[in-house]
């Protein structure tokens, strides 16, 4: 999380502070939640089922439930489908290349070619 890092349009060094989350289940929990609203970023990311089971399991200790939005939450799907595109570049997939800069010119490679 700390090397989020978001571009900004015109000069300037990036933000790391972004204006929103969206995170899958593999991200949902008490220290990731925590962190995000310590520094103000908004999130959705949905419980696991195994959590939404000890916080009922809890009553009203347990707490409620986190803030989920689930129309802002399908957006995401469209970065899960772009990550799939690319995984299909068997080197891309594999991670052939031995430098991050090569690794990433690949992957700057083949989005413009999928983008074209």
């Known amino acids: 999380m700390e090397a989020i890092r978001v571009p900004r ?17 593999g991200y949902s929990s008490r ?17 696991r089922a195994d959590q939404v089971r000890n916080r009922l399991k809890r009553g009203s200790r347990g707490g409620r439930p986190p803030a989920f939005d689930k129309q802002l939450y399908k957006r995401r799907n469209v970065v899960e489908r772009c990550f799939n595109r ?4 068997r080197g891309i997939a594999t991670r052939y290349d031995k430098t991050a800069e090569s690794y990433q010119a690949a992957v700057t490679l083949a989005s413009l070619l999928m983008w074209a």
């Open 86 to 89: 690319l995984k299909q570049w």
């Open 31 to 47: 220290a990731i939640r925590s962190w995000l609203r310590r520094r103000g970023i908004a999130h959705t990311i949905p419980e």
């Open 9 to 25: 349009v015109g000069p300037g060094r990036p933000r790391v502070r972004p204006a929103h989350v969206l995170g899958d289940k």
